[in-house]
């Protein structure tokens, strides 16, 4: 069962009545991930550095503190447990749970209890002040660990602070560090640890997953959570969000209107257009993007054996439709018209095939 957190307790990721990544045990697929981690625990040559690479809401984190929960309950390597598999009545697992744990920082944006909003970035005095741990010999003896959960969320000199104790790295010092796109890290922290990249899960493991959540999880209705994994592209936390009610409304307003772009029903489209523009529609914002690009993907393998000139014009489409929503997001535009434009835009689009 969840611990009992402050109103003011909120990491990016959490879900409603969820265990966090580092207060769970439990983490399904990935086997050549953890099998990788693990070789390198038993061999004695684990690289100081992992860039733990894949989408969000996959098992990145998981994997992360299931690593560092081995090394710093087992410093040794003598215990039975297989794999990475470490109790979670262990006093060790106990304190990496609570983020006490002497040889372990997390870096994350984190509200304080004097903050009034989450953090958007991680700054360069967080990343000084989580290094301070490898300047010390304070704690138990054994590995030194830092989780950067994510790699995406570091500004540009905290980026350049990590990069400097990646270069020299102090001995028994272990990074994980978490990107939901690898490709956009620097390519000097790149070079300097080893990549494991993450698949999406299959929808039968995303199932498995929602559906061994314990209380007070609500268990999800079998037809419900068959949905939501299908449209959750591997993603655990997507799942959750799917079995939303609100969202899963959402996600099917959207498709039911872009299987009828060639005939808009306006009225229906503004009445979308004004849910997505309200300052706390974010996710739901994020969601209806996911969609349509999922739909056009889906209309573009769909008729395929049409002539490549038809497929252009959607595929413009879709793109125009990208970067205006990026724009939108990097300026604070009124979204509105974005989503007008898009369903203007597939009209069009279907009119002239």
């Given at each position: 069962?969840?611990?009992?957190?402050?109103?003011?307790?909120?990491?990016?990721?959490?879900?409603?009545?969820?265990?966090r990544?580092?207060e769970?045990?439990?983490?399904?697929?990935?086997?050549?991930?953890?099998?990788?981690?693990?070789?390198?625990?038993?061999?004695?040559?684990?690289?100081?550095?992992?860039?733990?690479?894949?989408?969000p809401?996959?098992?990145?984190?998981?994997?992360?503190?299931?690593?560092?929960?081995?090394?710093?309950?087992?410093?040794?390597?003598?215990?039975?447990?297989?794999?990475?598999?470490?109790?979670?009545?262990?006093?060790?697992?106990?304190?990496?749970?609570?983020?006490?744990?002497?040889?372990?920082?997390?870096?994350?944006?984190?509200?304080?209890?004097?903050?009034?909003?989450?953090?958007?970035?991680?700054?360069?005095?967080?990343?000084?002040?989580?290094?301070?741990?490898?300047?010390?010999?304070?704690?138990?003896?054994?590995?030194?660990?830092?989780?950067?959960?994510?790699?995406?969320?570091?500004?540009?000199?905290?980026?350049?602070?990590?990069?400097?104790?990646?270069?020299?790295?102090?001995?028994?010092?272990?990074?994980?560090?978490l990107?939901?796109?690898?490709?956009?890290?620097?390519?000097?922290?790149?070079?300097?640890?080893?990549?494991?990249?993450?698949?999406?899960?299959?929808?039968?493991?995303?199932?498995?997953?929602?559906?061994?959540?314990?209380?007070?999880?609500?268990?999800?209705?079998?037809?419900?959570?068959?949905?939501?994994?299908?449209?959750?592209?591997g993603?655990?936390?997507?799942?959750v969000?799917?079995?939303?009610?609100?969202?899963?409304?959402?996600?099917?307003?959207?498709?039911?209107?872009?299987a009828?772009?060639?005939?808009?029903?306006?009225?229906?489209?503004?009445?979308l257009?004004?849910?997505?523009?309200g300052?706390?529609?974010?996710?739901?914002?994020?969601?209806?993007?996911?969609?349509?690009?999922?739909?056009?993907?889906?209309?573009?393998?769909?008729?395929?054996?049409?002539?490549?000139?038809?497929?252009?014009?959607?595929?413009?489409?879709c793109?125009?439709?990208?970067?205006?929503?990026?724009?939108?997001?990097?300026?604070?535009?009124?979204?509105?018209?974005?989503?007008?434009?898009?369903?203007?835009?597939?009209?069009?689009?279907?009119?002239?095939?």
């Amino acid at each position: 069962m969840p611990p009992e957190r402050a109103p003011d307790d909120f990491e990016p990721g959490d879900l409603p009545g969820l265990l966090r990544p580092r207060e769970t045990g439990r983490l399904v697929g990935h086997d050549a991930a953890e099998a990788a981690f693990a070789e390198a625990i038993r061999s004695g040559q684990m690289h100081h550095a992992w860039v733990v690479g894949g989408p969000p809401g996959i098992g990145k984190a998981t994997l992360a503190y299931r690593v560092a929960r081995r090394l710093l309950a087992d410093p040794e390597g003598t215990a039975p447990w297989p794999g990475l598999d470490v109790p979670m009545d262990h006093p060790a697992a106990k304190k990496i749970a609570a983020l006490s744990h002497p040889n372990l920082v997390a870096l994350r944006r984190h509200r304080v209890p004097t903050a009034k909003t989450l953090p958007t970035r991680i700054s360069v005095d967080a990343v000084r002040k989580a290094l301070e741990l490898f300047a010390s010999t304070a704690g138990t003896l054994g590995y030194r660990i830092c989780i950067v959960d994510s790699a995406e969320d570091l500004n540009a000199n905290a980026a350049n602070a990590l990069l400097k104790v990646l270069e020299e790295p102090p001995p028994s010092a272990l990074f994980l560090i978490l990107a939901h796109a690898p490709g956009r890290l620097l390519p000097t922290i790149r070079s300097r640890c080893r990549m494991l990249s993450l698949r999406p899960l299959p929808a039968g493991e995303v199932r498995e997953v929602v559906a061994g959540f314990p209380a007070p999880f609500p268990a999800p209705d079998a037809d419900a959570l068959a949905r939501a994994a299908a449209l959750s592209e591997g993603s655990v936390a997507r799942a959750v969000a799917m079995l939303d009610p609100a969202t899963a409304g959402l996600v099917a307003e959207v498709e039911t209107l872009l299987a009828r772009a060639h005939a808009p029903d306006w009225s229906r489209i503004l009445k979308l257009a004004d849910k997505l523009a309200g300052r706390d529609a974010d996710p739901l914002y994020e969601t209806a993007l996911d969609t349509v690009f999922r739909f056009v993907a889906a209309e573009i393998d769909r008729r395929k054996a049409e002539p490549p000139h038809r497929l252009a014009a959607l595929v413009e489409v879709c793109d125009k439709f990208a970067r205006a929503a990026r724009e939108a997001a990097i300026y604070n535009l009124d979204r509105r018209p974005l989503v007008l434009s898009l369903f203007a835009d597939l009209a069009g689009t279907a009119r002239a095939a």
